[in-house]
């Protein structure tokens, strides 16, 4: 009986195993298996006599009565399903930074040199600006830039932008040079001085695009890149034909008719 109990004790322990493993299903099966393995005849019924058979079913049945209770928690923790997957640190603080974008300084060099240039000729195409103002402006929305694709949107604007100031700049120069020649025409200036009245007529070469073309005729919805395109294109011709044709220019005879009418 003794050498059973040893039996049954280890039995105990590996169905502690495989009922946690496989499930009691499996652990009935290889149950069945091991008890018949060690011991054959502790598998058959009692007999008719309800001799030491029947005392032998008893003992197993009430070993397998312990044995088929289910475990607790503690004890089957960590055995059943799959282990929990260690996480590397910082897996959930969200998505990586996005990689640190990347300033073209060659190009934010030559735009701040050609806004310099500018300056130092007092233009008045830079909205009225301090020295350095301009500039610094345009250099901390570039710093301040979210994303690589915003940072070369801005940079294209500014290029872009800066390119008709320049032109406006080179037409302000040439009209004033021309009217110099035609001293006469000065007092029939509308505007303030001659100066303010070349001012006026850049400046107004936008309003009449926005308005022409604006599909609701009050200036929304405008494409403001076709718009830039229409004007950097306008005041480039305008520089040729003054500089080709001076006081005879399209341009100049134009502005005369507006701002210096007989």
Not at 14 to 38: D, E, K, N, P, Q
Not at 143 to 158: C, I, K, T, W
Not at 200 to 226: K, M, V, Y
Request: hydrophobic share 35%; proline share 5%; with cysteine.
């Amino acid at each position: 009986m003794l050498e059973f109990k040893v039996k049954s004790l280890l039995v105990g322990k590996l169905l502690h195993f495989f009922f946690s493993r496989f499930g009691w299903i499996a652990g009935g099966l290889i149950l069945t298996f091991l008890i018949t393995a060690c011991d054959p005849g502790s598998m058959m019924l009692p007999g008719p006599s309800g001799s030491s058979n029947s005392s032998s079913w008893k003992e197993d049945s009430f070993e397998m009565q312990v044995l088929m209770e289910p475990f607790s928690e503690t004890e089957t923790e960590g055995t059943s399903g799959n282990p929990p997957i260690p996480r590397v640190a910082g897996e959930e603080a969200g998505p990586s930074h996005q990689a640190s974008i990347i300033h073209n300084a060659s190009f934010e060099s030559s735009l701040h040199q050609r806004i310099q240039r500018l300056e130092n000729e007092n233009t008045p195409f830079l909205l009225d600006k301090g020295k350095g103002e301009y500039w610094t402006d345009i250099k901390r929305d570039l710093d301040q830039a979210p994303s690589q694709q915003e940072y070369n949107r801005l940079l294209e604007f500014e290029n872009c932008d800066l390119q008709i100031r320049e032109l406006k700049h080179l037409c302000s120069a040439l009209f004033r040079q021309t009217l110099s020649q035609h001293p006469d025409l000065l007092p029939k200036c509308i505007e303030r001085d001659a100066e303010s009245a070349v001012f006026s007529f850049l400046e107004s070469q936008r309003e009449e695009f926005e308005a022409e073309f604006a599909p609701d005729g009050d200036g929304n919805g405008i494409n403001t890149h076709w718009i830039d395109k229409l004007e950097m294109d306008l005041f480039q011709e305008m520089a040729d034909d003054l500089h080709k044709n001076g006081g005879s220019s399209y341009y100049f005879l134009k502005f005369l008719q507006e701002y210096f009418p007989d």
